[in-house]
């Protein structure tokens, strides 16, 4: 996607460093971060410089080429096993990140050259995410009329993949075809994804669209305001119950409840086909901070963090909730459009 006019990927690998765009700077400061060290990458990934299901999956891959190219040679084996779960352990819900450093791993442990063979393999995963994310583009764009008002939860846009993004795929191709659409945007407290990152993208697009409280989707779904939702997913069960940010449950119980579709968007990399159903998934919880602290700027362009909360009150921060498939109209992947309960069936060879 273009960025003041130059196209950007959200994360890529040159040599040995890796590099991304700055998530937790923006929309304030546009800023590329470079790692040569996957501690360092790790890092990234945990404190959310990069973020959303397809940019950690990128990023694991490439931490997890770090590691192969960084290992000592007489103990290498032992080196990357241990890179492997240290990359692992940064953020447990998201899916694509053990999708990629599986694919890593396996493709570079017995290979005769497995630091080349880590590093194709994490080319590969970069490569393959951005023409899934694409394809769920082309295919999203048929379920969004002309003039569709579309609500969508948290950020999952170019920034949370390689490019192109999943909610927001078929939104920029329903635009570029030249619908006339408008995007509500989930402010998507604690960080603020929505209102921070998805209203910068769809800006940088020229897409109309405004932010609205979390806690007001319900309003516009009752007056008729929205046409269709479509928000992203950290894991897929193979019984369609997906993982994604914390609130996105509350908007899927509303849409039924108001008669209104409501889609997960997501490449096949997000399924978790061994995790039967939504219970099995992981939850992280975030530190409270995030929930009693807000970072913004002045009007000077000063940075500031302020606590918002009452000062001597704690919090409890699940970063992600679980929606059960029974409220999902249906999801948008690469290799089509299907209902929740067909996705055991039809990626059960895949995986
Ligand atoms: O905690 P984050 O920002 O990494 O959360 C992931 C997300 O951005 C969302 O849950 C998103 O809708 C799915 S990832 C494309």
Redesign the pocket.
Known sequence: MQVMGKHYRTVWMEDDKVFLIEQNKLPFKFEIFSSNDYHKTCDAIKN?LV????A?GTTAGFAMAQAFLQAPKNTWKNFVQNAKKEIEST?PT?QNLFYATDKVYNAAINSPTPIQAAQAAAQNISDEDIAACEKIGELGNTLINNSANILT????GWL??TDF???LSPIYKADASGKDIFVYVDETRP?S?GARLTAWELQQQNIAHKIIPDNAAAYFMQNKKIDLII????RIAANGDTA??IG?LEKAICAKAFGIPFYIA?PSSTIDIKCSSGKNIPI?FRSDEELLYQTGIDKFGKSHTIRVCSPESEGINP??DVTPAEYITAIITEKGIFKPEEIENVFKQEN
Do not use: P
């Open positions: 959310m973020r959303g299901a397809g950690i953020r998201a939860h948290c950020n999952a949370a993949f993004g999943s909610a960080r994804q928000t992203g997913a950290d994604n940010k996105t997501a992280e970063a992600f």
